[in-house]
């Protein structure tokens, strides 16, 4: 019986180690709030990556028939730049990384990747190249220093660390009594928005893609986190092709192309000067912004003078 038990044993340990498996790919879909419908096609070659140009050229799409989310949207990430997608709730954005990610095909049109439509390549590939910061990142239950290293499961300590200092997280995780070996996740400890996010930061430092496409927090941030979290993407952001995804707009004044997204067509485009100057969209949602962080900044006055 003892000689049975052993291998059992062993065996359950490696049923919950696949079971983490699957947990970690299930969290990924459930996060992203996508099923996996999308299949390589037969004798899908693997994505060559060479500069990370990426080009969305006439795309079309919707999730219901009925209803079109984007109508013939076209526009250029040129290699090493950065280009943010802005817009009014519902107008699409997110869809947009979705679509990058090949999480659903286009209808109409294409994405690609240095010339190569998504649909074409391997998804295993494509996924591979592209590092994703999400608006909100579920950490597994493990220490913190596994969380960033699964961005590269080769990372020495050092390159962990290293990571987590560049995402403005290092102090933070060093301030915990038990460091870089705390549990976090649902069963361990708690982290706000903003620290769980400059953790997936970190780890997309780790994993160092060619492609960036960060889907930036929807919900308000206090201004210091803020900052922090600018300044870890920035860094992250420098050299790389980089799409942002944002409900904010304090993110993309420095983004060399600003896409105004609308009733899924696009609005409005320019750099964030050459769009105030067309006084249109833009720039009013830019005025309502600026107004709604003058008045929090006047509550907090008064809540503080209390
Ligand atoms: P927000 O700024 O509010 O996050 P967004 O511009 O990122 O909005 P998307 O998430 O791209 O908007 O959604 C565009 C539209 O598509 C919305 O009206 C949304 O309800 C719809 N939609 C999003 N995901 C799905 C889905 N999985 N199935 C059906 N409709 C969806």
Redesign the pocket.
């Given at each position: 019986l003892m000689q049975l038990s052993v291998p059992l044993n062993f065996i359950g340990f490696v049923y919950r180690e696949i079971r983490q498996g699957l947990t970690d790919i299930e969290q990924m879909f459930e996060l992203l709030?996508?099923k996996a419908e999308v299949v390589d096609k037969p004798g899908a070659v693997d994505l060559k990556i060479q500069n990370g140009e990426i080009e969305f050229d006439n795309v079309h799409f919707a999730?219901?028939p009925q209803r079109p989310?984007l109508k013939g949207i076209s526009f250029k990430v040129p290699a090493g730049k950065t280009i943010a997608v802005v817009?009014?709730?519902?107008?699409?954005?997110?869809?947009?990384s979705?679509l990058l990610y090949r999480f659903y095909d286009v209808q109409g049109g294409s994405v690609k990747i240095d010339g190569q439509d998504v649909r074409d390549v391997t998804q295993t590939s494509l996924r591979a190249v592209i590092g994703m910061v999400p608006q909100d990142t579920v950490l597994f239950n493990d220490t913190i220093a596994y969380n960033i290293r699964y961005g590269r499961p080769s990372a020495t300590e050092a390159e962990v660390e290293q990571a987590a200092e560049i995402a403005q997280v290092g102090n933070f995780i060093r301030s915990l009594p038990e460091g870089f070996k705390t549990m976090v996740g649902e069963r361990g400890l708690k982290l706000s928005g903003g620290e769980k996010q400059r953790v997936a930061i970190a780890r997309t430092i780790l994993k160092s893609p060619p492609i960036l496409m960060l889907d930036e927090a929807?919900s308000a941030l206090d201004t210091g986190t803020e900052q922090e979290i600018q300044a870890a993407l920035d860094e992250v952001a420098k050299n790389r092709t980089t799409l942002i995804?944002a409900?904010r707009l304090s993110t993309v004044i420095n983004a060399d192309e600003i896409i105004v997204?609308k009733d899924g067509e696009i609005a409005e485009r320019g750099t964030h000067a050459e769009l105030l100057e067309q006084k249109g969209l833009y720039e009013r949602m830019w005025n309502r912004q600026r107004e709604a962080v003058q008045a929090e900044a006047k509550l907090k006055e008064v809540r503080e003078s209390d």
């Amino acid at each position: 019986l003892m000689q049975l038990s052993v291998p059992l044993n062993f065996i359950g340990f490696v049923y919950r180690e696949i079971r983490q498996g699957l947990t970690d790919i299930e969290q990924m879909f459930e996060l992203l709030d996508v099923k996996a419908e999308v299949v390589d096609k037969p004798g899908a070659v693997d994505l060559k990556i060479q500069n990370g140009e990426i080009e969305f050229d006439n795309v079309h799409f919707a999730y219901d028939p009925q209803r079109p989310i984007l109508k013939g949207i076209s526009f250029k990430v040129p290699a090493g730049k950065t280009i943010a997608v802005v817009g009014p709730s519902g107008a699409g954005k997110s869809t947009i990384s979705r679509l990058l990610y090949r999480f659903y095909d286009v209808q109409g049109g294409s994405v690609k990747i240095d010339g190569q439509d998504v649909r074409d390549v391997t998804q295993t590939s494509l996924r591979a190249v592209i590092g994703m910061v999400p608006q909100d990142t579920v950490l597994f239950n493990d220490t913190i220093a596994y969380n960033i290293r699964y961005g590269r499961p080769s990372a020495t300590e050092a390159e962990v660390e290293q990571a987590a200092e560049i995402a403005q997280v290092g102090n933070f995780i060093r301030s915990l009594p038990e460091g870089f070996k705390t549990m976090v996740g649902e069963r361990g400890l708690k982290l706000s928005g903003g620290e769980k996010q400059r953790v997936a930061i970190a780890r997309t430092i780790l994993k160092s893609p060619p492609i960036l496409m960060l889907d930036e927090a929807t919900s308000a941030l206090d201004t210091g986190t803020e900052q922090e979290i600018q300044a870890a993407l920035d860094e992250v952001a420098k050299n790389r092709t980089t799409l942002i995804i944002a409900h904010r707009l304090s993110t993309v004044i420095n983004a060399d192309e600003i896409i105004v997204l609308k009733d899924g067509e696009i609005a409005e485009r320019g750099t964030h000067a050459e769009l105030l100057e067309q006084k249109g969209l833009y720039e009013r949602m830019w005025n309502r912004q600026r107004e709604a962080v003058q008045a929090e900044a006047k509550l907090k006055e008064v809540r503080e003078s209390d």
